[in-house]
């Protein structure tokens, strides 16, 4: 079965800039959770989907969003970059119930110069 | 603030040695998960531990939980050149998929 699989890999934005992250999850698996990390923050979670819908949300400014389509494949958008989003991010699936173990991809290396 | 902490935030250990690092949270728990990330790479699912479980087993890799002192601690055993990674627990306190990450355990295994 497949892993989770994030494009691109890597990338380089521009400050002001925005950028478009996707995910698509392991097959059968409806939860689609992002997280960055950052050496100074270590990983913070961003945001969970479920079925289309936001179901859970961290503390980030609203320059930070996302969505999930039908076939559970997520996008995350950062708009207005600032050198302090050049981190990694991380997204993760699951089955999407309480106690089910999250799968990581490898990632997203987004550099803002 | 972070829900998990581990300790020690770096550890150096000779092949064949064990490495122990503990992870410690704040509030109740439903389940506590151990992950490994290797530099740059995503985070490779190693145990997940259920609060009202005390130790689970996985190959080389031991678990314990006491919830009454909020800790939980990994134990590699036989470490491997290959073990050299960061370790990673997280805390999942809604049943929900945001689980709190610690700031990690840097574990290096020289040969």
């Known amino acids: 079965k497949a892993g989770v699989t994030q494009t691109p890999r890597y990338l380089i934005k521009t400050r002001g800039q925005q950028v478009t992250l996707s995910c698509s999850p392991i097959s059968g698996h409806r939860s689609v959770s992002w997280y960055q990390q950052t050496p100074g923050q270590g990983l913070q979670f961003l945001f969970e989907y479920f079925s289309e819908t936001q179901r859970n949300k961290g503390n980030f400014p609203g320059r930070f969003s996302g969505r999930q389509f039908s076939n559970s494949r997520s996008e995350m958008n950062v708009s207005t970059l600032e050198l302090g989003d050049s981190a990694l991010y991380l997204c993760a699936s699951s089955l999407g119930a309480g106690g089910n173990t999250i799968y990581f991809g490898e990632g997203s290396w987004l550099t803002v110069v | 603030s972070q829900q998990g902490e581990e300790d020690p935030q770096a550890l150096s250990i000779q092949e064949g040695e064990n490495a122990t690092m503990n992870c410690s949270y704040k509030t109740s728990i439903n389940n506590l998960q151990w992950y490994r990330q290797n530099s740059g790479r995503g985070l490779v699912h ?10 689970k087993h996985s190959g080389r890799l031991r678990v ?3 919830t009454s002192k909020k800790s939980s601690s990994l134990l ?14 997280a805390t999942d306190a809604n049943y929900g998929q945001n689980f709190v ?3 990690g355990t840097r574990l290096s295994v020289l040969p």
Do not use: H, M, V
């Open chain 2, 46 to 55: 190693l145990i997940l531990i259920r609060s009202n479980e005390r130790e």
């Open chain 2, 64 to 66: 314990t939980l006491d």
């Open chain 2, 76 to 89: 590699i055993t036989a470490s491997r050149a290959a073990d050299t990674a960061s370790y990673f627990c």
């Open chain 2, 101 to 103: 990450f610690g700031p």
